[in-house]
């Protein structure tokens, strides 16, 4: 059929970024309805400093990735929760100390060269067998855990303190979410790229959200967005010789401004 | 005596922020059955009060007990509806269906991994039914008059069958039908199936021969054992100032 499945790396990169559309999008739902926006940049950056580290020390740059997004997503919880101190003041510090260390240390590590960079934007060349195990292991664990509380989430998203008095574990599930969020986004940067991914998890429910219909089928929309713009985005990247990142989030952004003007009353 | 469970137990009740007290050693009971219409200033404290009642403040000083339980070991919290005061200034782009808000009060009670049972989809249907929201399922929240989303609102706290229902405030911008039709809904629930119900509003003098007692919290609070009564009396035009005289010649009219 069409010669951009004839590549193995193609392939890899195809079937790691429909994993990752569908896990972003889902997940971004929440990340839009809590108005979360800010931490998932945050996170993307945070991921940053595991890339950094795992590509200076030598060890797998997406494990270490997960593990730096999800000890950053705790602090951030832990400090909204517990001394109610979040703003985006607090996040906007997190995000570019996140993104100096990461650089500091690739650079101190003499690494500073196209590894660092294909992290920031995403690269499809660059996804191995191994980035796919990873993907579907952790990518797996988040999608069962985002279902599972799928119901508690949006409530919680809806009413925090009605979902709270109604007997639900407000605090948990929100440290559920920001994990959840924190391994996706750290999944993600190998094909859509740490500047980028925020975009993909966002956008397709902003798109979704215009055209006023329920919960569930506002999130089938958005699965649906998120595929699409992947798929074209990967294609168009192919044959064009683009960056798949890039690509990928003017797609979304397309599918967003049609949304928006066909729902125009 | 008709009123034997003591639902909540208040004692010596504070709320102190940054030094300004909310609500000064505020003691009381509520029993489970009674009707109770909370009044007082804007400001007075009444949505305080109800949030510490929740759990969703921490007090100060003093003691509360939900069915006999201090309240940090209490479980229970799905034997309790609770509309709060802003419940239908809901944001408009909220991608929820009637049906889905009304879903809500289901949530708790599920189990992990299953889906509605038959139980919650009956309560579901009941709840809309009683507040006469069946037709409107499939609509978007966003998209109703703000009669029409007070009763999605409660609907929801009603869905899950609950023993106690707290009301703060909830009719805000509704027109007089509906509110008349609401209060005689609230007496029926109140009446026919032992909900208590704990209804802050401004309107007291309407649903005068509904409540069994009424509380008027400024800061402190006074209870007022026979709510007629206790419109004409001294103590509360002192606690509730000006607007106590308003309340008053307003119950005339009705
Ligand atoms: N957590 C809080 N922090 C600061 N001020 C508060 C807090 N909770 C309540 N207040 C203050 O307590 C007063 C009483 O408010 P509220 O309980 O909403 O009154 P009411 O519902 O009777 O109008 C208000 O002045 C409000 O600003
Ligand atoms: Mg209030």
């Known amino acids: 059929m069409l010669e951009i499945f004839e590549y193995d790396?193609?392939?890899?990169?195809?079937?790691?970024?429909?994993?990752?559309?569908?896990?972003?999008?889902?997940?971004?739902?929440?990340?839009?309805?809590?108005?979360?926006?800010?931490?998932?940049?945050?996170l993307a950056h945070s991921a940053l400093v595991g890339v950094a580290v795992g590509l200076v020390?030598?060890?797998?740059?997406?494990?270490?990735?997960?593990?730096?997004?999800?000890?950053?997503?705790?602090?951030?919880?832990?400090?909204?929760?517990?001394?109610?101190?979040?703003?985006?003041?607090?996040?906007?510090?997190l995000l570019s100390g996140s993104l100096a260390t990461a650089v500091i240390i690739v650079s101190l590590g003499g690494a500073f060269n196209n590894s660092l960079f294909s992290y920031l934007f995403g690269s499809i060349l660059s996804v191995s067998n191994e980035d796919i195990i990873t993907i579907l292991v952790f990518g797996s664990i988040a999608m069962v855990l985002l279902l599972t509380f799928s119901k508690e989430l949006y409530f919680i998203a809806y009413d925090e303190e009605v979902a709270q008095t109604s007997g639900i574990r407000v605090k948990l599930l929100n440290f559920l979410l920001v994990s959840v969020v924190a391994i996706i986004i750290a999944l993600?940067?190998?094909?859509?790229?740490?500047?980028?991914?925020?975009?993909?998890?966002?956008?397709?429910?902003?798109?979704?959200?215009?055209?006023?219909?329920?919960?569930?089928?506002?999130?089938?929309?958005?699965?649906?967005?998120?595929?699409?713009?992947?798929?074209?985005?990967?294609?168009l990247s192919f044959y064009f010789s683009l960056p798949s990142g890039a690509t990928i989030v003017l797609c979304v952004i397309s599918i967003f401004i049609v949304s928006l003007v066909i729902n125009k009353k | 005596m008709r009123f034997k469970i003591p639902i909540f137990d208040v004692k010596n009740l504070s709320f102190v922020v940054r030094g300004q007290n909310i609500l000064s050693s505020i003691s009381l009971e509520i029993f489970n059955g009674e009707y109770i219409a909370i009044i007082g200033p804007n400001g007075g404290g009444k949505t305080?009060?109800?949030?510490?009642?929740?759990?969703?403040?921490?007090?100060?000083?003093?003691d509360i007990k939900i069915y006999g339980k201090n309240i940090k070991n209490f479980k229970e919290w799905k034997k309790i509806g609770y509309v709060p005061q802003r419940a239908s200034l809901v944001d408009a782009s909220f991608p929820a269906t009637v049906l889905d808000i009304v879903n809500m009060g289901r949530i708790s009670q599920r189990k992990f991994f299953s889906s509605m049972s038959i139980q919650d989809k009956e309560a579901v249907q009941d709840a809309m039914l009683k507040m006469d929201i069946l037709e409107l399922q499939d609509k978007m929240v966003g998209t109703l008059s703000g009669g029409q989303r007070q009763r999605v609102m409660i609907a929801r706290a009603l869905a899950s069958k609950p023993e106690v229902l707290i009301l703060d405030e909830p009719n805000t911008g509704v027109d007089i039908v509906s509110q008349k039709n609401f209060y005689a809904l609230l007496s029926k629930l109140n009446k026919e199936e032992n909900i208590t119900i704990i209804f802050i509003t401004h309107d007291v003098g309407v649903i005068a021969d509904d409540i069994g007692r009424l509380f008027t919290i400024n800061q402190k609070a006074i209870v007022c054992n026979n709510p007629k009564e206790a419109l004409s009396c001294e103590e509360m035009s002192v606690l509730y100032g000006i607007e106590a005289h308003l309340l008053h010649n307003h119950k005339h009219e009705h």
């Open chain 1, 9 to 42: 790396f193609m392939q890899r990169a195809f079937f790691a970024g429909m994993i990752i559309a569908l896990l972003a999008s889902v997940s971004g739902t929440f990340v839009v309805l809590r108005r979360y926006s800010m931490i998932s940049e945050t």
């Open chain 1, 57 to 93: 020390a030598g060890f797998n740059p997406l494990w270490m990735a997960v593990g730096v997004a999800l000890l950053s997503a705790w602090l951030i919880e832990y400090l909204r929760s517990y001394f109610s101190l979040y703003s985006d003041a607090i996040l906007a510090i």
């Open chain 1, 188 to 235: 993600s940067i190998r094909v859509v790229g740490s500047l980028l991914i925020g975009a993909l998890m966002v956008i397709p429910t902003i798109a979704a959200l215009q055209y006023r219909v329920g919960f569930l089928k506002t999130v089938l929309l958005s699965i649906a967005f998120a595929l699409l713009s992947v798929a074209c985005g990967m294609i």
């Open chain 2, 48 to 62: 305080t009060l109800i949030r510490l009642l929740l759990g969703l403040e921490k007090q100060t000083f003093g």
